[in-house]
C-alpha cells in the first residue's frame, strides 16, 4: 500500500510520541519501507514547524543518534511534582570526572586519577551504573587497563546529537602562560620609581609617612 506524505508524518509521530529513547533515521526508515533517509528528516521538519506554530510544549529534538519528542525545559517543575521525583542531578565528583571522560575518552582510570588527583574506583561504580560511561576496550600496555568512554546514554541525559556539540575547551600552550607571566611581571613594576611593588610595599611604614609629611609641606 503506498502512503501520501501527510500519512508518513502522522506515524513517524506516533512513532516519535510511543517510543522512550531516540529513534534513528534508519529505523524509521525499516518500519516506513518506503521512505528515504532524506524525506524522513524533511517529515520531521515539517512536524516541527507544526508545534512551533502552535506553540506546542514539545518538539522533536534530536540527540544521540536519532530524534526523540521531549517537553521544553521550562515545564520540568511541574513534571517532576506529577511524578514526585526527585531531582536527576550528578554529584561534583561525578560530574568532574565525567568531563574527563567526555573529553579526553578513551582514558584509563589511572589517567583520571592523574587528572583529578583522587582516586575515582566508586565514582566510575555509579557512572556505569547510570549506564553514562562503559568499557571502550583494553588498553596495550602492561596489565592492559581498562579504557573509558560515554555511552549513547550519556549523549540522551544532557541533550547532545553527538561529542562534536560538546562545548570547545580552550586549549592552553605555554607561550598562553608565558604572556601571562611577562604581564604579571609588567603589572607590578612602578612606572616613576622603576621598582616593582612588592618591594615598595615591603619598604619600613615610616618611609611612607615621611614622603607625606614633605608633600604636606
Known amino acids: 500500500m503506498t502512503m501520501d506524505r501527510e500519512e508518513r ?7 516519535l510520541f510511543v517510543s522512550d529513547k531516540p529513534v534513528s533515521i534508519d529505523t524509521l526508515k525499516d518500519v516506513l519501507k518506503d521512505v528515504e533517509p532524506t524525506e524522513v528528516r524533511a517529515i520531521i521538519e515539517d512536524i516541527n514547524k507544526e508545534y512551533s506554530a502552535s506553540g506546542r510544549s514539545f518538539s522533536v529534538k534530536e540527540i544521540a543518534g536519532g530524534f526523540q519528542m521531549l517537553t521544553d525545559p521550562i515545564y520540568s517543575r511541574w513534571i517532576s511534582a506529577l511524578y514526585k521525583r526527585p531531582p536527576d542531578k550528578l554529584t561534583g565528583p561525578s560530574l568532574e570526572t565525567l568531563a574527563i571522560i567526555a573529553y579526553k575518552q578513551p582514558l584509563t582510570r589511572s589517567d583520571i586519577e592523574a587528572i583529578r588527583g583522587v582516586s575515582v574506583d566508586g565514582v ?3 557512572l556505569e551504573e547510570r549506564q553514562l560511561i ?8 602492561p596489565g592492559r587497563p581498562i579504557l573509558y568512554g560515554t555511552t549513547a546514554e ?14 570547545k575547551l580552550k586549549e592552553f600552550k605555554e607561550s598562553d602562560l608565558d604572556f601571562v607571566k611577562e604581564k604579571e611581571k609588567a603589572d607590578i613594576v612602578n612606572a616613576e620609581t622603576g621598582k616593582l611593588v612588592s618591594q615598595e610595599s615591603a619598604e619600613p611604614q615610616e618611609t611612607a609617612g615621611q614622603d607625606h609629611a614633605h608633600a604636606q609641606a
Do not use: C, M, V, Y
Request: proline share 3%.
Open 124 to 126: 566510575l561504580s555509579t
Open 9 to 15: 508524518k502522522r506515524i513517524i509521530e506516533a512513532l
Open 154 to 167: 550519556f549523549l540522551q541525559h544532557f541533550g547532545l546529537k553527538s561529542l562534536e556539540e560538546l562545548p
Open 134 to 141: 562503559k568499557t571502550k576496550g583494553r588498553l596495550d600496555a
